[in-house]
C-alpha cells in the first residue's frame, strides 16, 4: 500500500480543527440525518441555529444567523457509498442581504485538511443547487466530513439545506458461472499474461466494476491477481465481473497483516495479539507491524478471515505475496538487522530446537553472537524455513484450510528472487525462503518468483533480467517438474524504474526463452502508458439502448462533455451522441439512432483526454509529480465494429 496524497487547500478558508461530532461516522436516512449527525464548529465561532424544515416537501434543514460578526459553520460526518457525485439544494430566504455566500468542503475527517472546496453565492429568494464531483479524487467509500460555511454580509440570514443525495455505485450484475468457464480461467492464469490490482489507488475509484474489468481486458490480459491488504478492501462484485468478462482472478494477500492499523488490529484479532507481533533488533521497522508465524492461535484465526474472502468472492485461485522474514541481507549489515527475535518467537525456537539459548545479533563479544556460535545460528535459519513453510501448509492445506473451503481453485506458492551471486541460498538464508522446501510441503499448482526490491528498483535492471534468475527456476523444477512458473515484475511503482513498451517486451521475451509459464507485475494503475500516452479507443459495444466507447485507460471526468453533440460515421448512416455519461475508461452514450451490432463506425475522439489527478504521484516528474494531461490530437478518429455488449 502506498500513501495516497492530496491537495490541501489554505486552511485560513475554513477552520482547521473541529470538535467532535455527536455521534462520529455513521449513516442514517436523510431525515435522521438531519436530527442527529449536524455539530456546530464550536464556542468562539458559533454554528448556526439549527431547525428541521422542508424543501419541496422533502425534509431540509434550516440554518438562522443573527448576522454577528465571523463565519457561521457546521458539520455533518458522513459514511457514503461509492458514486458519482454528492448534491444537494441550498435555497437562500428572499430576505438576505445580498452578498452572501457559502462555502463547501470535504475533508477525510475533521482534523484533516480540503479535499475540495466550493464556494456559492446566495442570492435572495433563489436555489442554488451544489453539486461535488468525485473524478477520482478521493474515495467515496470512505468516511468524510461535509462542512457547510456561511457568510452572512453582515446581516442576518436563512438558508435551507436540503436532502444530501449520496447516489450509490451500479448495482452488481450477475455473472452465471459454468464448469466449462472456470476450467477456461483456471488455464489462463496457469499459462497466460497477468497483472495485478490494488482497488485502494485512487486509479479504480469511483467508477464501476465493469469499467475496471473491461479496461484489463482491452489491454490484452488474461487473467488478475487481486491483491487487498484487509478483506474489507475486496470490491463488491467486481471478482465476478472480470470472470463475466472471461478473466481469470486470483487473491493475493500479504499473511501478517503489516498494512492493518493498530486499532483494526484490536478489533479484529483475538486477546494477546501483541504478543504475537514481529520484533526487530533495530528501530526501523517500527512503523510497521508484523504478525509472526508461530502462533496456533493466529492461524486458526487467519483460516477464518481468509476463508471467508475465498468463498465470499468466487477467486479462481489463492497465493500469498511475500511470506517472508522481511529483511534483505539482514546479517550483512552492520550493525546486523535481523528479525524476528520477540520473546514469543524466541520461546518458540527453544520449545522446537531443545535449545536453552537463542542466538545474539546485537553483542560481538556474546559467545552466542551469531557469527560466533554459527551452529546455534544454522538451527536459527532452518527454523525460520520450518516455520513459513508450517505456516502456508496449515493455512492451505490444514484442517479448516483453504482447500476444505474453495476445493477445485488454483493454489499458488511466492518467493523472491535476485540477480545477485547464489542468490538461492542467500534468500534462504535472510529471508526464510526455500523453493523446493515450500513446494514440496504446500504443493501447490503454480509457484510464482517475485522481482525482489533492488532489482525492480534499480531503473538501470534490463528487461532481460529473467534470463539471471534460472537459478530460482531451476528450484522450482527441482522440487516438482509439473508445477508451472510464474513471473512477476514491477513495471511503475518508481518513476524512474517505470518500464517503456520496449523494455516490456524485452521481459515478456526473456520470460519465454526462460521457459516461465505465466507472468504477472505490479501494479496495472501504474504502468508506463497511463503517464506517457493518451488514451485509446479499443472496442465499441452495444448493450440494450446504450453504446459504449471502451478505451484502454481511464478518462477525464470533462471528455463526457467533449463528445456529446459528436457524429458517428456508418458506411450506410449516421448517428448523433444525444447524451454522454463517464465512466472510468468507459464512455456511455445514447444516440438518436441506434446502431446495429455488426455496423462499423467511424468515432471522432479529438480531445479525449486521461486524468493525472487519480494516478499515484512520480517523482521524477516534478513539478507536475503526476505528469501532464495526455490528449487525443485534435482530428482523431477510429473506425470499429459495433459489438455484442454480453460477454
Not at 6 to 21: E, Q, R
Not at 25 to 39: I, Q, V
Amino acid at each position: 500500500m502506498r500513501k495516497l496524497l492530496y491537495i490541501t487547500l489554505l486552511s485560513t478558508v475554513l477552520p482547521l480543527a473541529l470538535p467532535a461530532a455527536v455521534e462520529d461516522f455513521k449513516s442514517y436516512s436523510d431525515t435522521e440525518a438531519l436530527r442527529k449527525n449536524w455539530t456546530g464548529f464550536g464556542g468562539g465561532n458559533p454554528a448556526p441555529a439549527v431547525v428541521l424544515s422542508t424543501l419541496d416537501g422533502v425534509p431540509a434543514m434550516e440554518l438562522t444567523t443573527a448576522g454577528g460578526p465571523g463565519d457561521k459553520v457546521i458539520v455533518r460526518e458522513l459514511a457514503v457509498r461509492p458514486g458519482e457525485r454528492l448534491a444537494f439544494t441550498m435555497h437562500s430566504d428572499a430576505k438576505n442581504a445580498p452578498g452572501a455566500y457559502a462555502y463547501v468542503a470535504l475533508r477525510s475527517d475533521r482534523n484533516a485538511g480540503n479535499l475540495v472546496l466550493h464556494d456559492f453565492k446566495l442570492v435572495p429568494g433563489q436555489p442554488v443547487k451544489v453539486e461535488i464531483p468525485n473524478e477520482g479524487r478521493f474515495n467515496w467509500q470512505d468516511h468524510l466530513a461535509l462542512l457547510i460555511c456561511l457568510h452572512d454580509a453582515g446581516a442576518p440570514m436563512r438558508v435551507t439545506v436540503g436532502a444530501i443525495d449520496l447516489p450509490g455505485a451500479a448495482a452488481v450484475r450477475e455473472f452465471h458461472d459454468t464448469p466449462e468457464a472456470r476450467k477456461a480461467r483456471r488455464e489462463k492464469l496457469l499459462y497466460g499474461r497477468t497483472t495485478q490490482i490494488d482497488t485502494a489507488f485512487p486509479y479504480y475509484h469511483n467508477r464501476s466494476n465493469e469499467s475496471i474489468a473491461s479496461e484489463l481486458r482491452v489491454n490484452g490480459f488474461d487473467g488478475v491477481w487481486y491483491y487487498t491488504g484487509m478483506d474489507t478492501g475486496l470490491r463488491s462484485g467486481l471478482v465476478g465481473e472480470m470472470q463475466r468478462q472471461k478473466l481469470g482472478v486470483g487473491l493475493m494477500t500479504l499473511p501478517s497483516l503489516v498494512y492493518w492499523s493498530e486499532a483494526q488490529l484490536a478489533e479484529r484479532l483475538p486477546a494477546g495479539w501483541r504478543d504475537w507481533l514481529i520484533e526487530f533488533t533495530g528501530r526501523e521497522m517500527d512503523i510497521y507491524r508484523f504478525i509472526g508465524f508461530v502462533y496456533p492461535e493466529y492461524n486458526r484465526w487467519y483460516k477464518n478471515y481468509l476463508n471467508g474472502m475465498l468463498a465470499g468472492h468466487g477467486f479462481d485461485a489463492f497465493t500469498f505475496a511475500e511470506i517472508m522474514y522481511p529483511i534483505y541481507d539482514g546479517p550483512e549489515r552492520n550493525p546486523p538487522f535481523y528479525g524476528d527475535v520477540s520473546p514469543g518467537f524466541q520461546a518458540a525456537f527453544k520449545a522446537a530446537t531443545g535449545n536453552a539459548k537463542f542466538p545474539n545479533f546485537t553483542d560481538p563479544a556474546d559467545p552466542d553472537y551469531f557469527k560466533t556460535n554459527t551452529g546455534l545460528y544454522r538451527q536459527l535459519v532452518e527454523y525460520r524455513v520450518k516455520t513459513i513453510d508450517d505456516f502456508y501448509d496449515d493455512i492451505i492445506n490444514g484442517p479448516g484450510g483453504a482447500r476444505e473451503t474453495a476445493p477445485g481453485i488454483l493454489f499458488a506458492t511466492w518467493t523472491l528472487g535476485i540477480n545477485i551471486p547464489d542468490g538461492v541460498a542467500k534468500l534462504r538464508e535472510w529471508e526464510g525462503n526455500d523453493i523446493v522446501a515450500m513446494i514440496r510441503r504446500v504443493k501447490p499448482d503454480l509457484h510464482f518468483i517475485q522481482t525482489h526490491a533492488p532489482d525492480w528498483a534499480n531503473p538501470a535492471l534490463p528487461g532481460d533480467y529473467p534470463l539471471a534468475y534460472k537459478p530460482f527456476f531451476d528450484a522450482v523444477r527441482t522440487a516438482n517438474p509439473d508445477v508451472k512458473i510464474g513471473m512477476q515484475a514491477d513495471l511503475g511503482s518508481l518513476g524512474p524504474s517505470r518500464r517503456d513498451p520496449a523494455w516490456q517486451k524485452l521481459f515478456y521475451d526473456a520470460c519465454r526463452e526462460a521457459g516461465v509459464d505465466t507472468t504477472t507485475y505490479y501494479e496495472f494503475g501504474l504502468r508506463w502508458e497511463i503517464y506517457s500516452l493518451p488514451p485509446r479507443l479499443c472496442e465499441i459495444r452495444r448493450d440494450g439502448d446504450t453504446l459504449s466507447l471502451v478505451f484502454d485507460q481511464r478518462l477525464g471526468a470533462e471528455s463526457a462533455k467533449l463528445m456529446k453533440g459528436r457524429e458517428l460515421k456508418g458506411k450506410e448512416r449516421s448517428c448523433r451522441i444525444a447524451e454522454c455519461r463517464w465512466d472510468g475508461n468507459l464512455l456511455r452514450l445514447k444516440l438518436d439512432t441506434l446502431p446495429a451490432v455488426g455496423e462499423v463506425l467511424t468515432v471522432p475522439v479529438g480531445g479525449v483526454a486521461d486524468d493525472p489527478a487519480v494516478r499515484f504521484p512520480a517523482s521524477n516528474v516534478e513539478p507536475m509529480p503526476r505528469g501532464p494531461v495526455n490528449t487525443i490530437p485534435a482530428g482523431t478518429e477510429v473506425t470499429l465494429p459495433v459489438l455484442d455488449g454480453s460477454f
